[in-house]
């Protein structure tokens, strides 16, 4: 919600170019509700903002010109240049836990991306009520402590729960304060090998 969502369609289509039809993007609301200060946007505004910030990236990103009027953004007749290399764009990640927020996801027909031991079922719901197939979903888990040996029934319980979903392993820790950091190549290593075992 803080980046005008033409510029960022601009630059996921370059990246999308790049990586040779390779990239997928994640967006979300933002964490911190007081960094909208100094952009001078209100908190409130969050979701509407990206709402309507994922339609202009994916008009942006079809072959016709971007016209759009809605609450934050008037947009008559500009086409965004460089189109990307996937047709109809990047697939879209949406960051979330709350209710809502994951049935927007599902809304909009993006993966979901949320914290260890939050449901997703209202995402799966909103999903197949849509009148997608379950297998179409996509779901991530950021787990809490991936680090060291990880503890595989973990995995086996999350992609019980979820049934068929695709469930991909997640890049990032956290210490639980907030802050998350990528893991190292050694953790991934490990954390890949007992996710194998866990399908195994």
């Given at each position: 919600?803080?980046?005008?969502?033409?510029?960022?369609?601009?630059?996921?289509?370059?990246?999308?170019?790049?990586?040779?039809?390779?990239?997928?993007?994640g967006?979300?609301?933002?964490?911190?509700?007081e960094?909208?200060?100094?952009?001078?946007?209100?908190?409130?505004?969050?979701?509407?903002?990206?709402?309507?910030?994922?339609?202009?990236?994916?008009?942006?990103?079809?072959?016709?010109?971007?016209?759009?009027?809605?609450?934050?953004?008037?947009?008559?007749?500009?086409?965004?240049?460089?189109?990307?290399?996937?047709?109809?764009?990047?697939?879209?990640?949406?960051?979330?836990?709350a209710?809502?927020?994951?049935?927007?996801?599902?809304?909009?027909?993006?993966?979901?991306?949320?914290p260890?031991?939050?449901s997703?079922?209202?995402?799966?719901?909103?999903?197949?009520?849509?009148?997608?197939?379950?297998?179409?979903?996509r779901?991530?888990?950021?787990?809490?402590?991936?680090?060291?040996?990880?503890?595989?029934s973990?995995?086996?319980s999350?992609?019980?729960?979820?049934?068929?979903?695709?469930?991909?392993?997640?890049?990032?820790?956290?210490?639980?304060?907030?802050n998350?950091s990528?893991?190292?190549?050694?953790?991934?290593?490990?954390?890949?090998?007992?996710?194998r075992?866990?399908?195994?």
């Amino acid at each position: 919600p803080l980046y005008h969502p033409l510029r960022v369609a601009e630059d996921a289509a370059t990246i999308d170019g790049i990586a040779d039809g390779r990239f997928e993007m994640g967006v979300g609301l933002g964490g911190e509700r007081e960094g909208f200060q100094g952009f001078g946007i209100e908190a409130a505004e969050r979701a509407t903002r990206l709402e309507e910030s994922i339609e202009l990236l994916r008009q942006a990103w079809s072959a016709e010109p971007v016209k759009f009027s809605g609450a934050h953004f008037e947009i008559d007749d500009i086409d965004v240049v460089p189109k990307p290399v996937q047709s109809g764009g990047p697939p879209l990640w949406i960051g979330a836990g709350a209710p809502e927020a994951q049935r927007r996801a599902a809304r909009f027909g993006a993966g979901l991306f949320l914290p260890e031991g939050v449901s997703p079922e209202p995402y799966i719901e909103a999903w197949e009520g849509a009148g997608n197939r379950r297998d179409d979903a996509r779901l991530a888990v950021l787990l809490e402590d991936c680090s060291g040996e990880a503890d595989p029934s973990r995995l086996e319980s999350f992609a019980e729960r979820v049934g068929a979903l695709d469930v991909l392993a997640p890049a990032y820790r956290s210490d639980g304060s907030g802050n998350n950091s990528l893991a190292s190549a050694g953790e991934l290593e490990s954390f890949a090998a007992h996710w194998r075992r866990a399908l195994e």
